[in-house]
């Protein structure tokens, strides 16, 4: 049973378009909800990250969104660029363990 | 980057053979990780290390051992490796005992079982 679900499994938006990526957890445990960016043949590397005591974050054009309600957050890539084209995963912490996401990968066309 | 090298970067062996991954880092971490990834699968995390000679299993441990004897080394062995054992192996790192405390990775290893 998938206890972090991330939606949509792949994403194609136009250079300069906003893509929008989702996640939805049921473990009101987690503390500690981070995004991980992949390109080919790397590891996941740390994008940004958020606390469940706050509702939004942003970096740069990164930005996440949390719902602690729904039990979902979400990650935007505002002005999006070819470069930003990789698989970003979503996860969460569960006592110092991370539950991930299975990934979205997105492309973005020139 | 985090200064966190695997080796090797790509093995091919035989079902059945014994393979040991190595992660090593330089960044004087306490929890070490071993992930596999797979397609449809995402990251699973194999074991992890909290410490020297303090290890736990993850979600998919089974057919896999750790070992870690420094705290700049992290051992993955494959005891007899089987042909569902090929996938992508990462290490991770993280620092302090603090749940917020980011994850950072390896590049990976590449293992094929024929």
């Known amino acids: 049973q998938q206890q972090v679900k991330q939606s949509p499994q792949s994403l194609i938006v136009q250079k300069g378009g906003i893509s929008i990526i989702n996640c939805a957890y049921e473990?009101?445990?987690?503390?500690?909800f981070p995004w991980y960016q992949q390109f080919p043949g790397k590891g996941p590397a740390l994008l940004i990250a958020i606390r469940p005591d706050v509702s939004e974050k942003k970096e740069g054009r990164f930005t996440i969104s949390f719902n602690k309600s729904a039990k979902q957050f979400s990650l935007h890539i505002m002005d999006s660029q070819p470069g930003d084209s990789a698989t970003y995963f979503c996860?969460?912490?569960?006592?110092?363990?991370?539950?991930w996401g299975l990934g979205t990968s997105l492309a973005v066309n020139p | 980057d985090a200064g966190i090298t695997q080796s090797p970067r790509h093995k091919v062996t035989e079902t059945g053979t014994p393979v040991t991954l190595r992660c090593h880092q330089t960044?004087?971490?306490?929890?070490m990780y071993w992930y596999r990834q797979d397609p449809g699968h995402g990251l699973r995390l194999i074991h992890y290390s909290y410490g020297v000679k303090d290890t736990d299993k993850g979600e998919v441990s089974d057919g896999y051992s750790v070992s870690r004897s420094k705290t700049e080394d992290f051992l993955l062995t494959l005891e007899s490796a089987t042909s569902s054992q090929t996938s992508v192996y990462f290490c991770?790192?993280?620092?302090?005992?603090?749940?917020?405390?980011?994850?950072?990775f390896g590049d990976g290893t590449r293992l094929s079982i024929l």
């Open positions: 996860a969460a912490t569960d006592n110092r363990k991370l539950i």
């Open positions: 473990n009101t445990a987690f503390d500690y």
């Open positions: 960044e004087n971490h306490r929890y």
């Open positions: 991770a790192i993280s620092d302090l005992d603090n749940s917020n405390q980011p994850q950072h």
